[in-house]
């Protein structure tokens, strides 16, 4: 049985347990209790983390809303677009360092409500280009978990921020449609 490792916000914590569900029997799925929160964190972190799931088949992994979150007193993201850049592929690296038997598999940063004023899509639609950009380059493929929530403002919560119980599950089914190949 495959092991997939995910890593990600507390967008993926929401999403991590229907995917469990709807693998069980087919995938052995990890993720750390932790909020991998943003991108120097989950660098960090990252050997620990891959320590604990123990090398696993293939690993689904986002950076993003904490990066372009603007709660400090000057008003900017936490990091620039470009910084954000240079960590995922620094990120990239240690993943494919620490488990060079893995495939690496990278989800887009999700959507938040247009009335956020803390963090806004344009954004975040700023750092998915970046990212697109950065594992094209590298042959990674994408989980365009953005695209799979765009536009459907039903499915953010009322923090404007995470998903409603239906919006986990949209981005938990696009999150195995993509692993599903690989499980084979």
């Known amino acids: 049985m495959k092991k997939i490792l995910l890593l990600g916000d507390s967008i993926r914590l929401g999403y991590q347990p229907v995917v469990t569900e709807l693998l069980k029997g087919k995938a052995e799925v990890y993720g750390p209790e932790d909020n991998c929160r943003f991108t120097l964190y989950t660098l960090w972190h990252a050997f620990q983390w891959v320590a604990a ?30 910084e954000y850049g240079g960590n995922i592929i620094r990120i990239l690296r240690e993943l494919r360092a620490l488990c060079p038997g893995s495939r690496v598999l990278f989800a887009t940063t999700t959507p938040v409500s247009d009335q956020n004023a803390l963090i806004t899509n344009e954004s975040i639609d700023r750092i998915n280009e970046i990212a697109r950009r950065v594992m094209q380059a590298e042959g990674v493929e994408i989980d365009d978990l953005n695209r799979a929530l765009r536009g459907r403002p039903e499915l953010i919560c009322e923090d404007l921020l995470h998903l409603t119980p239906q919006g986990y599950q949209t981005a938990a089914q696009a999150v195995v449609q993509v692993l599903s190949p690989y499980l084979l």
């Open 53 to 82: 799931a123990g090398e696993p088949d293939i690993i689904h992994w986002n950076n993003g809303i904490w990066d372009m979150y603007a709660h400090l007193q000057d008003g900017k993201s936490f990091i620039t677009p470009e």
